[in-house]
């Protein structure tokens, strides 16, 4: 341990090897996790400097910040409060970027885990994906993971009027989005980047078969978007319209081909591969509270880089896990029970301050 100079205060380092015993300690002899906790959560400095020797350090530094803004509203958690819901990751357990970011004044880093994006109105333009690649690379650097839908790009073969006479398509945007990801570097690990298109657009089928030849696309996952017309087709067996643009009554490219056919290909890639994901689109948009406020402009494009959470463009996830295990009596047991009164307690402690948290930017 040595002492630093920081914001006009001496403080505390640790090297690597002293934060990985204390962490060890921590876990009781579990390796990855000290090594995992060190390498991805301590907090740090762009020199290597540590200034955490264990997950104490860290969850005391969450509960310190948390609760300065708590103290904001009424009926505030106090920082011993919050750190005995934290300590030992026993009962509230915030994920990733919270975690790195709350507190820390030696980074500028996401207190979201991942964003969707994507440009409004007429977005089939050079311009249009070049900003979305800075903004996806912007987003990164500070952590975050990134979300965008493809479908608005025109497909194969469509007549351009720059020199190249005739559009690309999707893969080579595809790549684009993709090597953008992989350079970017987060604190050892590379970005997360989800891409997504619509099985209506004409494109879809080599967006399937995109990341079946070695090499191309890692640094993305990638999900088509499935509307109930494509598998009522396909339980049918009747042909399915792509179109693009994929909405509108007078679109510029259509085609008709065989649902079960590209659907039987999509499992096979999905084996094979394991993409393209599969999000099930029209249930979705069911299901979303913002598109129960589409004539206000809310809209669901894409979702997270894991696929777990559709979002509007510029929408962003905070995750937060309760551990559910410390709330069962007698686990691993035939007489086990769930103590659901605290468990109510802390789901509701979680979302309301959470919440709080998110209206302060913390």
């Known amino acids: 341990m040595k002492k630093i100079h920081f914001m006009g205060a001496e403080t505390e380092t640790y090297t690597f090897d002293e934060a990985y015993a204390a962490s060890l300690d921590y876990f009781t002899g579990d390796e990855l996790a000290a090594k995992v906790w060190v390498n991805k959560y301590a907090l740090k400095d762009a020199y290597g400097n540590i200034y955490e020797q264990s997950p104490a350090d860290m969850h005391r530094r969450l509960a310190r910040e948390i609760a300065r803004v708590e103290r904001k509203y009424p009926n505030p958690l106090t920082e011993d409060q919050l750190f005995e819901l934290f300590d030992h990751f026993r009962y509230i357990v915030p994920q990733g970027s919270p975690m790195t970011g709350i507190g820390n004044d030696h980074q500028i880093a996401s207190l979201s885990n991942c964003f969707v994006i994507g440009v409004e109105g007429n977005a089939d333009s050079y311009g249009a994906v070049i900003r979305i690649d800075e903004e996806q690379v912007q987003l990164m650097k500070r952590r975050g993971g990134v979300g965008h839908d493809l479908s608005h790009i025109r ?91 994929i909405a509108g009554p007078d679109p510029m490219v259509k085609k008709d081909i065989s649902a079960r056919s590209l659907w039987k290909k999509i499992i096979h890639n999905a084996w094979k591969s394991a993409e393209p994901g599969v999000l099930f689109w029209d249930t979705i948009l069911r299901e979303s509270v913002p598109d129960s406020y589409a004539d206000l402009g809310f809209r669901t494009v894409s979702t997270n880089p ?56 913390v």
């Open 155 to 245: 497909p194969k073969g469509s007549p351009v009027k720059n020199s190249a006479l005739t559009s690309t398509g999707l893969v080579p945007f595809m790549e684009r989005y993709s090597n953008s990801t992989r350079e970017v570097a987060q604190d050892g690990r590379r970005g997360a980047l989800m891409l997504t298109v619509s099985i209506k657009h004409p494109d879809a089928e080599s967006f399937i078969d995109a990341k079946m030849t070695e090499g191309k696309v890692t640094g993305a996952n990638v999900s088509v978007k499935i509307d109930d017309e494509f598998m009522q087709a396909v339980i049918n067996d009747t042909p399915y319209r792509q179109q693009y643009p």
């Open 306 to 361: 894991c696929g777990e959470i559709p979002l509007c463009p510029y929408d962003s996830c905070r995750l937060l896990a309760i551990n559910l295990y410390s709330y069962v009596v007698n686990p691993l047991h035939t007489r086990c029970a769930l103590r659901l009164r605290p468990l109510q307690e802390a789901r509701r402690t979680g979302s309301t301050h959470h919440g709080r948290h998110h209206r302060s930017g």
